[in-house]
């Protein structure tokens, strides 16, 4: 019996794919959460400068 059967393939590319799914998310929220970030910083420095 091969270990490279169709269905030891598919649970495989199942799960790589599940964590390029997950990893790609983090690095979205990680993008959004720095907008916020960055927002939330200018706005206050424009505060302090008027």
Known sequence: MSRNNEGNI???NDKLHKAQ???K???MD???KL???TKKFNES???ENN
Request: hydrophobic share 35%.
């Open 30 to 32: 990680r993008k959004e």
């Open 25 to 27: 998310k983090a690095a």
């Open 35 to 37: 907008k916020l970030i």
């Open 10 to 12: 598919k649970k495989h």
């Open 45 to 47: 420095k424009s505060s």
């Open 21 to 23: 799914i997950k990893a």
